[in-house]
């Protein structure tokens, strides 16, 4: 054997282990690389799934952003975001609490003016005789105070030494409490005597005592200076808003 044909068989048993070796790469890269791809084909296919990973709403989705695919991705994911900030807007139910503003509604309920018994202590009371109707005594209570106060009943009084106090005549009773605002005056009328001269026990008073209620303080109008005569037949009227309804007898 030449040394020409020796070197020809050792080249071409090279050139089959090489073509042995490189197929045997090919068969573990699971399929031949094509090396006419263009280059970026695998980036792109990889931008699909990472798209989807970005938890972005549907308005991120797909749209193409001039500025690139990588951008689009990110664009998706703030969108995403922004859409959980909107659950802040739930703070807004704080505005409820506001509601309750409205139970100041219970805290400004008008109580009214102030009305309370009348006493002597807010009061002015005079006595004075009246000629019509005969033989009455006209009692006159003030409101010198600053707040109202009702006229309850009818007066209880009490002439000089005497142990007991008058009847009230129930057909002048009102249909309604009097009540004096400041300033304003209530009345009552007190039988002093029988007209016709019928009544019996008579005597001359020079004092009296007014009773607004039973314990209370009395008042003690000035009587006129020669007295007044009283009788059994003695009564009062109930408290009037007016003068008249109070000599109504």
Not at 39 to 63: E, I, N
Not at 161 to 184: C, I, R
């Amino acid at each position: 054997m030449s040394t020409r044909t020796h070197r020809t068989r050792v080249l071409a048993a090279a050139a089959l282990a090489a073509a042995a070796l490189t197929l045997t790469a090919c068969n573990n890269g699971e399929g031949v690389v094509d090396e006419g791809a263009p280059v970026g084909s695998v980036s792109t296919a990889s931008t699909t799934p990472s798209s989807k990973a970005s938890g972005g709403t549907s308005t991120g989705a797909g749209q193409t952003d001039p500025a690139g695919s990588t951008s689009e991705g990110s664009t998706g994911g703030a969108a995403g975001s922004s859409g959980t900030t909107g659950s802040s807007g739930s703070t807004g139910a704080s505005g409820a609490s506001g509601s309750q503003g409205s139970s100041g509604s219970r805290s400004s309920k008008d109580s009214g003016p102030t009305r309370t018994p009348c006493s002597t202590t807010s009061t002015r009371m005079t006595a004075t005789e009246v000629s019509r109707p005969l033989n009455h005594l006209l009692l006159t209570v003030t409101n010198t105070g600053s707040k109202s106060c009702n006229l309850i009943g009818y007066p209880a009084v009490r002439f000089g030494d005497a142990q007991s106090v008058p009847p009230a005549f129930e057909d002048s009773k009102p249909q309604a409490v009097v009540t004096l605002a400041p300033g304003e005056s209530g009345y009552a009328s007190v039988l002093l005597s029988a007209a016709d001269g019928s009544g019996s026990n008579g005597y001359t008073a020079k004092s009296l005592e007014v009773f607004f209620n039973e314990g209370a303080s009395a008042a003690r109008p000035a009587l006129p200076a020669k007295g007044v005569y009283v009788d059994d037949s003695i009564g009062v009227s109930y408290w009037q808003s007016t003068m008249a309804d109070a000599l109504d007898r």
